[in-house]
């Protein structure tokens, strides 16, 4: 079992930066594959990008394509969203989730956080 905590979020001007961290405890982080999920008010959860166990495989959405790159680092069982040039569609709560699928990319991911909140103003 793993938990999830995010932190970063906050309030950002349309075309700023902000990099959200999600830090892991419990067993084998590295055994996980690790994603990122957004949802905005009344809308549905949507994916936002994945990364893999290793670290050397991403996949992402083409909304946020060239601005939001996830990382991680399995030594400080940390995954990271840099997210740049944001948008005030991008104004919604982002968690963190955490795969044990062995699908790439994973199909259903088994633990959650609880989420931070992302406000972009225009």
């Known amino acids: 079992q793993v938990q999830l905590v995010e932190s970063g979020g906050g309030l950002v001007q349309a075309g700023g930066s902000l990099r959200l961290s999600c830090a892991a405890s419990?067993?084998?982080?590295?055994?996980?594959?690790m994603g990122w999920f957004r949802q905005a008010p009344g809308k549905e959860r949507e994916f936002v990008a994945a990364?893999?166990?290793?670290?050397?495989?991403?996949y992402d959405t083409n909304s946020t394509k060239g601005r939001f790159t996830i990382s991680r680092d399995n030594v400080k069982n940390t995954v990271r969203l840099q997210m740049n040039s944001v948008k005030p569609e991008d104004t919604a709560v982002y968690y963190c989730?955490?795969?044990?699928?062995?699908?790439?990319?994973?199909?259903?991911?088994?633990?959650w956080g609880q989420g931070t909140q992302v406000t972009v103003s225009s």
């Open positions: 419990g067993r084998a982080f590295s055994g996980y594959a």
């Open positions: 990364i893999s166990r290793s670290g050397l495989s991403t």
């Open positions: 989730a955490a795969s044990w699928n062995t699908n790439w990319p994973p199909v259903k991911y088994d633990y």
